[in-house]
Each structure stands twice: as structure tokens, then as C-alpha cells.
């Protein structure tokens, strides 16, 4: 192929194999093709600029090598350009990028900050990449746009990839789960009129909103109140709300409560309708949320495009985890194009420092926390929740999904090579409330809840 | 003394000194809790909404004279399909009571489905949401087009049909040279109302999809609670719906004769 002739040899031609104008018919040139992947980018890298300098006339490039030589050449457009930075910087991204142009969907809350901040702060362009972030109305929207190829890749919640890979509440499609988003975040918050029912037993009736069924809100605040005796299913209601609208029913007396993720705890309390309850990171520490998901056959089909846009949400999500950078990150992310929110509240979920609705001041700085890492038994977990609760039916395969959805092991290269040091295994056992999770003993972990319907 | 409708002009301006400044004293009273917002902070966003009309900051940010223009590019396109399909068979409908009795039980059932009910099978089978909601605008508005095409169709006048027959007009002839102006009036009425109801639709279509539209303003902004927003948007709904039914009713005038 033509881009792999030596372009600073004055006997080659670039122009391509089948060309038979006047200077291709002449023979001479010698083949020279380099025979290593990096030794072809190289190529393909210089002969692209060559090509450029001289306007895609071949007969100039060959006479001007003949007259002044290779050499001159190469470092004439050297010192006008850096070849080396352009050449590392197509190496870094695992060759040329097959589509430059994305979209990418997310929900307007603080748990999709990485996939949002990457946009207005530059991530995805230091990655070579021009992405459009869509700001979309709800769950079940942004799971069909994504299925439809509206959207490249998407924000979804972390149950979201492992059941569209399973088909259960969807059409089956494998999903990849590259990335985590974030972790914790969430809240309980209850209406004003509620302050004074504190213990979840007390439930009994309420009416809760969670954002999904095949959420960590959903799978968490069931958790929540089974451990307090209630059953999820038959003492409380809990109906799927689009986070956006979970403050509107609170004031409208629709429900009394949610499991929601931020900005809408904190609005709530900002509108004054609702107090913050408890923190999802009371419940479990470091709980996975929000997910940036694709379909497998983006990844396979566009690997470098794929891989560029992974790389662009670890490494944002490696920035927004610094408390240092949450102030300018609310900035970013609060004007109108992305949540809509005022700074004020979504400053006070990035940084911790918070009203609960009640008059306590709180200082808690993890209160939301990113960490990219997909650990399989997070996905453990979430399967045992949805057995445990009969969103699936008969003998799951934990292991196989998880490892298949969540791509711990190309995560963890790519922060490897971002500069940081990926966990050495991908299960780990969690505590939850107080009861052991053990990711080697899932079924044994399903079969312990008293209250359960599998 | 005044002209009838100098003195109406005169009282539709006074109810709505009256209304607007209820409003504003309702808003300003002293008292706790939430408020909607007044008319004077209303006017002032509307002024700053409207010296921007079209500015674009982003996918997810642009101005209203924009994303009306994406409702309104929606509904024209649903709309006029649905016209294309309505007319011709509603036609064949009204000259044909076999072909009416065949199909009159599949429009009774389908038309009184709401449009949104559509939605996600749309969604799923089309695979595009833009074309979904040009859908569920051309599913909406078909029926008033159809049925009043063939009620209208159906009650031309025999006379005019007779003379037409002693003309020896063919039935292609007859059927355009002298049902359709006869029935135009009523077509047109089927128009009118369709174009109201996909107005309507159309709303809640972008606030289900989003993306862009004044259903998606409407939304985001709901997002943010941000109500002086939502009732400049509701303005602006009534005044575009307004208009479309404005120039239909133009069209109307156009087409109606005296018997």
C-alpha cells in the first residue's frame, strides 16, 4: 500500500496501487515497508504530512527529494512540526481513531459528572475525540436510544449493561460495562412532614420513588427496608420516577420519599420540601451507582475510537475523584447545556459540605466519590439482588455475566497506562449493613435473607 | 357612542389588567412557602428569551425561537403524511359505503388510542426517536383528517352528482372536478382540528423523548423547577398553536362557498 512507502525515498510514488499516470509507470522504487505495527504507524504518520506539504502533487515531492535529499525534508517539516508528539500522540490512542465524531447520552444527575465534566473540561478532545453529550429524559429513553445506535455510548446504571446483556427487562444485546462512574451519592430523603419517622419501621404504607427498576436505588433501598422487617414488596410502594421529577412528586405529596441520586437530595432540601434521611454511604461504603456502558459491538468494530473514549471517562473520573477539583467541576457541570441546577447545590454534593434539610450541618467529603473500577463482584452483587428480588428466574451464572459485562481487565490497562494502579484482583468481599457479603458464595448469599422472593 | 368592537377590545385589555394585576399582588403578598413566579419577573425573562431567540450554547441548550422550530418542523412533517394517507382514503371511503363498512371497525378501535401509547413501540421498531415522534404526530392527527374527509365526501349533495353525470364526467372527473370543491369546507375542518391535536401531542412527545423541541424545554426546565421558564414556554405553546390554527382557518375561508 502506498501510506507504507518510505516517503522521503524520491523513487517511490505515493500515489495509490491500481494509479496509472505517468510517474507510476516508471519502476524503481524499492519496497521497504516497515514490518512492525509501531514502525507502520510511524510510516503512515509521515506520509500522510508529506502528502500534505506537497499538496498531493507526487511529481514535486519526487524532484524536490532528488535535488535536496531525505533528510532535508524530514527535518525542514520537523522544525515547523513535531513529528515524534504527532506520531506518539497517534500511537497513545492504539492507531488511527475510526469515528472522531460521538454521542454519548446521560441522565441530568451528579453521578454522570465524569461522562459530563469530559466534555466542557476537555477530556474527550485531549483523546482525540469530539463528543457530544446528550442530556436525556429518563432510563428507559437512554437504553433505547443507545440500542437504536442513536447514542455511541451511554450513562447507565450499573445493573443496566448486565440486564440488557441478559435480555431481562429488554431485548438482548451483549452490553460492555467499561467503567464505573461513581460511588455512593445516593440518599434517602423523606418529605418535611416525615421528620419525625426517623426508623424505617415506621414505613409501613409509604409510597417511595426509586429512578429504575434495574437500579442500585432500587436493589439498595429494598436492602434497606427488608432489614428493618419490611417487605419491599408488600409494606411500601415503590415506583420507577425519572430523578428530574422526584422533587416535583415530593412536593406534590405524590410520594413519600425516594431513593434518588444527587442533585435532587439536595434540591429537595434547597426547595425546602425534604430532609436528607440517610446517605447510601451509611449502607455500604463505596457502593458502585451510575455505569458508562456500550454495546459490544462498538467496542469491536471501533476499538481505537472505543478505547480513546474509555480512556477519556477513566481518566476524568481519576480528576473528578481529587477533592481539590469538585468546586471547579460543580462550575462545569451546573450550567443549563448540562444538569441545570444552581452551583450552590451542586457544589454542596461534590464537596460534601452540605444542609441535611433539618438544620445539621454536615461535613462529608466521600459523600460522593469516583472510582472507575468495575470489580466483578460488584456485579456479583447486583445479580444475587435481582435473583433475591425475581427480576431474574432459575440458575444465573454470576460469574460468567459479570466477567463478561464489566470489563475490569481493560480498565485496569487503561489506568495502568493513565498512570494509576489498578486493583490487583477484581473481587472483593463487601459488608453491607453489617452482613458479609462472600462474591465466592452467591447463591448461599441469596438463600440467608429471610425476606426474599426467589 | 363606541363601535361593538372598539368597546370589546377595550374589555378583553381591561380583564387582563385585572388578571395580571391580581396576580402580582397574589404573588407579592407577605406570607411563607413556595411562589409562582409574577408577571413582572415573567416579562422580564420573556424580554431576555426573546432578544436571543436562536442562540445554540451546546446540544442541550438552545434557544426557544430554535426549539420551536424543531416542534413545528415535527408536526409539519407527521402532519402533512398523515394528510397524504387521510385524504385519498378517506375519499375512497365517503364514495364507497362498502369500504366504509369494511374499515369503519379499525378506525373506531385505533382512534381513540393515545398517541403516546405508541411511543415505545415506536421507539423500538423505528429505532430512531426523532422519526418516533414524527410518528406518533402522524398517528394523531390522521383520524379528524380521515373520518371528515369521508363524512364530507359522503354528503355532497345527489343533485350535484347527477348534473355531473348528465355531463358525462368520468368517475375520476367527477371526483375531482366536483366532490372535492363540494367537499373542501369540511376536509378543511378535519385539517383544523388535526393540526390543533398535533400541537398538542407534539408537546408531550419531546418532553417523553427529549433531545430538542419545546416539549424539551419544557422539561428542562421543569429539571431545574425553574417555573418562570415553564410559563414563558406555555405562552409561546399557545401562541405558535394560535397561529397554525389561524392559517388553517385562512385556508378555510378560501375554499368555502354559499349553496
Same mark, same amino acid.
Not at chain 1, 519496497?31 to 512492525?36: A, G, M, Y
Not at chain 1, 431481562?168 to 438482548?172: E, H, Q, R
Not at chain 2, 381513540?112 to 401509547?117: E, K, V
Given at each position: 500500500m502506498s501510506m507504507f512507502r518510505n516517503p522521503f525515498d524520491p523513487e517511490t510514488k505515493l500515489h495509490s496501487a491500481g494509479c496509472t499516470c505517468h510517474s507510476c509507470t516508471a519502476t524503481g522504487a524499492k519496497?521497504?515497508?516497515?514490518?512492525?505495527r509501531e514502525g507502520l504507524i510511524d510510516r503512515v504518520v509521515e506520509s500522510a504530512l508529506v502528502r500534505e506539504v506537497f499538496g498531493h502533487h507526487d511529481e514535486s515531492r519526487r524532484n524536490f527529494l532528488r535535488l535536496a535529499g531525505g533528510g532535508t525534508l524530514a527535518a525542514a517539516i520537523a522544525s515547523v512540526l513535531p513529528l515524534d508528539a504527532v506520531k506518539a500522540a497517534v500511537k497513545e490512542s492504539g492507531g488511527p481513531l475510526e469515528k472522531k465524531d460521538l454521542k454519548v447520552g446521560f441522565i441530568p444527575i451528579t453521578c454522570a459528572t465524569p461522562i459530563i465534566m469530559a466534555a466542557p473540561m476537555g477530556f474527550y478532545a485531549k483523546h482525540g475525540l469530539n463528543v457530544e453529550v446528550i442530556k436525556t429524559a429518563g432510563w428507559a429513553v437512554i437504553r433505547d436510544k443507545t440500542l437504536n445506535k442513536e447514542y455511541d455510548a451511554a450513562h447507565m446504571l450499573s445493573p443496566m449493561p448486565l440486564a440488557i446483556t441478559m435480555g431481562?427487562?429488554?431485548?438482548?444485546q451483549p452490553y460492555y460495562m467499561p467503567a464505573v462512574e461513581n460511588i455512593n451519592g445516593q440518599a434517602i430523603t423523606l418529605a418535611m412532614k416525615h421528620k419525625d419517622k426517623r426508623d424505617p419501621k415506621q414505613w409501613k404504607g409509604f409510597k417511595f420513588a426509586v429512578p429504575f427498576d434495574y437500579s442500585m436505588h432500587n436493589f439498595l433501598l429494598r436492602y434497606y427496608v427488608a432489614e428493618a422487617g419490611l417487605d419491599p414488596d408488600k409494606d411500601i410502594q415503590i415506583r420507577a420516577v425519572p430523578p428530574p421529577e422526584m422533587v416535583a412528586n415530593l412536593r406534590a405529596d405524590n410520594i413519600d420519599g425516594f431513593l434518588g441520586p444527587d442533585p435532587f437530595n439536595q434540591r429537595a432540601v434547597y426547595e425546602g420540601v425534604g430532609f436528607i434521611h440517610i446517605l447510601t454511604k451509611e449502607l455500604w461504603d463505596g457502593h458502585p451507582c451510575c455505569a458508562f456502558a456500550a454495546s459490544e459491538e462498538f467496542a469491536k468494530t471501533q476499538p481505537n475510537t472505543f478505547a480513546a473514549l474509555f480512556k477519556s471517562i477513566v481518566d476524568a473520573t481519576h480528576y473528578a475523584a481529587k477533592p481539590e477539583n469538585r468546586a471547579a467541576i460543580a462550575k462545569a457541570i451546573a450550567p443549563k447545556n448540562y444538569l441545570n441546577q444552581p452551583e450552590e447545590v451542586v457544589a454542596a454534593v461534590l464537596t460534601g459540605r452540605y444542609d441535611d434539610g433539618l438544620g445539621n450541618k454536615k461535613n462529608v467529603p466521600n459523600r460522593i466519590d469516583f472510582n472507575p473500577f468495575p470489580w466483578h463482584s460488584m456485579g456479583v452483587w447486583i445479580l444475587t439482588q435481582m435473583k433475591r428480588w425475581g427480576y431474574i428466574k432459575g440458575d444465573v451464572n454470576y460469574k460468567q455475566i459479570a466477567e463478561q459485562v464489566y470489563r475490569a481487565a481493560d480498565c485496569g490497562k487503561i489506568m495502568k497506562e493513565l498512570g494509576y494502579t489498578p486493583p490487583k484482583t477484581t473481587y472483593a468481599k463487601y459488608t453491607i449493613m453489617g452482613k458479609a457479603f462472600d462474591p465466592a458464595k452467591p447463591e448461599v448469599y441469596v438463600k440467608s435473607f429471610k425476606i426474599k422472593r426467589a | 357612542m363606541w363601535s361593538l368592537p372598539l368597546r370589546a377590545a377595550i374589555l378583553s385589555v381591561l380583564l387582563l389588567a385585572v388578571l395580571l394585576g391580581a396576580w402580582e399582588l397574589a404573588v407579592q403578598a407577605p406570607g411563607a412557602g413556595a411562589r409562582v413566579p409574577g408577571p413582572s419577573k415573567l416579562f422580564a425573562h420573556a424580554v431576555q428569551e426573546l432578544s436571543h431567540p436562536?442562540?445554540? $450554547?451546546g446540544p442541550n441548550d438552545k434557544g426557544i425561537g430554535i426549539q420551536l422550530a424543531y416542534s413545528i418542523g415535527r408536526v409539519l412533517a407527521g402532519y402533512s403524511l398523515a394528510a397524504l394517507l387521510a385524504i385519498p382514503i378517506g375519499f375512497v371511503i365517503g364514495m364507497s359505503p362498502m369500504w366504509q363498512r369494511a374499515l369503519d371497525p379499525y378506525i373506531q378501535v385505533l382512534k381513540?388510542?393515545?398517541?403516546? $401509547?405508541w411511543m415505545p413501540l415506536a421507539l423500538y421498531v423505528i429505532k430512531d426517536s426523532g422519526a418516533s415522534s414524527i410518528f406518533v404526530i402522524f398517528i394523531c392527527s390522521i383520524w379528524p383528517m380521515l373520518i371528515n374527509t369521508a363524512f364530507g365526501v359522503a354528503s355532497v349533495r345527489r343533485d350535484y352528482i347527477n348534473v355531473a353525470r348528465t355531463h358525462e364526467l368520468s368517475r375520476f372527473e367527477t371526483a375531482t372536478q366536483v366532490i372535492l370543491p363540494a367537499a373542501a369546507p369540511t376536509i378543511l375542518t378535519g385539517m383544523r382540528i388535526s393540526i390543533g391535536i398535533s400541537w398538542l401531542v407534539i408537546v408531550a412527545a419531546e418532553m417523553l423523548v427529549g433531545g430538542t423541541g419545546i416539549g424539551y424545554y419544557v422539561w428542562n426546565e421543569w429539571n431545574n423547577l425553574n417555573l418562570a421558564s415553564v410559563i414563558f414556554s406555555i405562552l409561546m405553546i399557545g401562541v405558535i398553536g394560535m397561529l397554525l390554527d389561524l392559517l388553517l382557518a385562512r385556508a378555510q375561508r378560501l375554499v368555502q362557498y354559499a349553496d
Open positions: 519496497d521497504d515497508t516497515p514490518d512492525s431481562v427487562g429488554s431485548a438482548a | 436562536f442562540y445554540d $450554547a381513540p388510542i393515545s398517541p403516546l $401509547a
